[in-house]
Nanobody
Framework: QVQLVESGGGLVQAGGSLRLSCAASGRTFSSSLMGWFSQAPGKERERVAAISWSGGSTFYADSVKGRFTISRDNAKNTVYLQMNSLKPEDTAVYYC????????????????WGQGTQVTISS
């Protein structure tokens, strides 16, 4: 079992930056594939970024490549999403997620979810 709590969301102007954090509890965090998803109003939830248990493999959606960076600190049971050059279209609720067991970076079905943190980008 893994519990996830996101923080770091807020309101920033376009071009600004935010750093989201996801604190995880549970013994399996260090071996879990972790991901960040976003869901804008009226849209489906989409995978933004993912990171393997070791941090050696990462995934980014095309819309955020070059602007967002996912990282993790297994000693602190925390995964981060550094968001730079933010755009109004990045406005969404961002969710942290964990996948149980060994999984490839391409996996899209996750098992554990945080409550989400709102990110709003003003133009």
């Amino acid at each position: 079992q893994v519990q996830l709590v996101e923080s770091g969301g807020g309101l920033v102007q376009a071009g600004g930056s935010l750093r989201l954090s996801c604190a995880a509890s549970g013994r399996t965090f260090s071996s879990s594939l972790m991901g960040w998803f976003s869901q804008a109003p009226g849209k489906e939830r989409e995978r933004v970024a993912a990171i393997s248990w070791s941090g050696g493999s990462t995934f980014y959606a095309d819309s955020v490549k070059g602007r967002f960076t996912i990282s993790r600190d297994n000693a602190k049971n925390t995964v981060y999403l550094q968001m730079n050059s933010l755009k109004p279209e990045d406005t969404a609720v961002y969710y942290c997620a964990a996948k149980r067991g060994i999984a490839p970076i391409s996996a899209t079905a996750y098992d554990y979810w945080g409550q989400g943190t709102q990110v709003t980008i003003s133009s």
